[in-house]
């Protein structure tokens, strides 16, 4: 899905958001993108998290460090390799 990196409108800051708790998952969406931010998700796995990451490549992750039970650690260390810092 490179085409959606593409067609992003310059400037446009996009953020991954990695909650398994429905509330607090959706009033981030909320807030992310009252603030003018693209926001992707919100997720609640890993593996649909590091599926996003590839394909949307986001300029920010906020991660849950627990995700029903498990860790976000295999999300924040796949997000390095993905692309380098600016």
């Known amino acids: ?30 807030k992310l993108s009252a603030a003018g931010l693209r926001v992707l998700g919100p997720v609640s796995s890993n593996e649909h998290a590091l599926d996003l990451l590839q394909q949307e490549r986001p300029d920010v992750a906020v ?9 976000a650690t ?10 380098p810092a600016p």
């Open 1 to 30: 899905m490179s085409d959606s990196v593409d067609a992003r409108a310059e400037g446009e800051t996009t953020i991954l958001v990695v909650e398994d708790e429905f509330f607090i998952a959706h009033e981030l969406r909320r």
């Open 63 to 71: 991660l849950d460090v627990h995700l029903a039970g498990t860790r």
């Open 74 to 83: 295999p999300v924040a260390a796949d997000k390095r390799p993905v692309w």
